[in-house]
């Protein structure tokens, strides 16, 4: 019959149930009874609290919250590390406190970036102008407007100057509407209405501070004659018919073949470039009969007919030649704007027609590019001329006795300048 165990063995096998077996005295690993169920229900107040957080959008949004949120789960990282670590009770929260330390510095930012992805920016520029009749030239420019994105902080880096230009950094990239704060009054710029510019005619005239005593200066004003003219070369071309070809082949001959080609003519060349021609030649009809055939290949066009199978005969009609002549240095086309207002300070943009005065100095087989001439004359009412500048290219020059600068662009807008003080 077996005996009863020893109070020291009873001891012993009580002990195996504390410590891993073989352990030495403080070397063995505390292992947990039984589930810790307050660290269990922390894990799950913790989690529940940052799951109600990220699920509403207001508090999502919330700068308070979106920390507070992080901080709970870093508490519910460090509860399960320190419940699942097999160490003693120090060692479990050093690693709990840290796993959550790491938690909430490296990957929460992360987590933040996946729930609020940072927006799209992007940088503005425009112009901001009075509001013109249809039948004014040009556009006057808004001085002393600060521009601001709706409904944000965002707003102009400095107010617009004399050509009513503003930049707003970092803008939401899906912004819809702009708002002009001038002279004590809201605009607003709703950008849908401008999808193919950035500038912005807004700003009703005579309004706030838009009357300056500069205005006075220029009561009289100004009247503004432009004239564009480029010149240049440019190919002079023109078409000439050929006369129409044909061929033919009596039964059992076996095939027979005439062309026609694109040749010069005097200082003519063949324009093999131009639209509609093949190598610089073209037809308008074929004919025939039997076997026949046509085809084009550098700048010719060829006949063929075949009369093994039988008669065969094949034309061609409305034959023409593309050719073209360099004309050196000759006047391409001109544009010209008379009586353009100038009655106040600020910069007056004259748009001239760049497609009227460039004619047909285009396309990538001239030898060189135009050269732009414009000549600005100004005016007083009575007609009489103030001053005169001609300008070479996009040059800027100094008139009416310095208080004015002008020069053009290669869209044809035409900006005067008017500086008094």
């Not at 208080?403 to 807008?413: K, R």
């Amino acid at each position: 019959m077996a005996s009863e165990p020893s109070k020291h063995e009873a001891s012993h096998t009580t002990a195996n149930h504390q410590t891993v077996a073989g352990a030495g005295k403080g070397g063995g690993i505390e292992l947990p009874d039984r589930p810790n169920i307050a660290a269990f229900a922390v894990f799950a107040v913790s989690v529940a609290v940052s799951v109600f957080i990220l699920v509403f959008q207001d508090l999502r949004n919330n700068p308070l919250a979106q920390v507070f949120a992080g901080v709970m789960m870093a508490l519910a990282v460090s509860v399960i590390l320190f419940s699942v670590v097999p160490s003693k009770a120090p060692v479990r929260a050093a690693i709990g406190l840290g796993g959550a330390a790491l938690f909430y510095f490296l990957l929460w930012p992360e987590i933040e970036k996946a729930i609020h992805p940072p927006p799209s920016t992007t940088t503005v520029r425009g112009s901001l102008y009075y509001v013109t009749a249809g039948n004014d030239i040009g556009l006057r420019p808004v001085q002393g407007a600060e521009v601001r994105v709706a409904n944000t902080s965002l707003k102009s880096q400095q107010k617009t100057g004399e050509t009513g230009d503003f930049t707003i950094m970092d803008a939401p990239s899906d912004i819809k509407e702009l708002e002009a704060f001038y002279g004590g009054q809201v605009y607003v710029i709703q950008l849908s209405k401008f999808p193919a510019t950035n500038r912005y005619p807004v700003i009703p005239p005579n309004t706030g501070g838009s009357s300056n005593g500069n205005d006075a200066k220029l009561s009289e004003g100004y009247l503004v004659d432009a004239t564009l003219v480029i010149r240049g070369a440019y190919w002079e071309r023109k078409t000439v018919s050929l006369n129409d070809i044909g061929v033919s082949a009596p039964a059992g001959n076996e095939n027979n073949r005439v062309r026609a080609c694109a040749q010069p003519e005097g200082e003519f060349v063949v324009d093999a470039l131009r639209e509609d021609f093949h190598g610089g030649i073209r037809y308008s009809a074929i004919a025939g009969a039997g076997y026949h055939d046509v085809t084009m290949s550098d700048g010719c066009i060829s006949v063929y007919v075949d009369g093994s199978q039988g008669n065969a005969f094949g034309t061609v009609s409305g034959i023409t030649v593309a050719l073209k002549r360099l004309q050196q240095n000759g006047q391409c086309g001109m544009s010209q704007i008379e009586g353009a207002k100038l009655s106040y300070s600020g910069v007056t943009q004259i748009p001239l027609n760049v497609s009227s005065a460039l004619g047909p100095c285009v396309g990538p087989d001239l030898p060189g590019q135009p050269k732009w001439t414009t000549t600005v004359v100004f005016k007083k009412p009575d007609g009489s001329v103030a001053d005169t500048v001609h300008l070479q290219g996009f040059e800027q020059a100094h008139v009416l006795n310095g208080t004015a600068d002008v020069w053009m662009n290669s869209t044809g807008l035409l900006t005067v300048a008017l500086k008094h003080s």
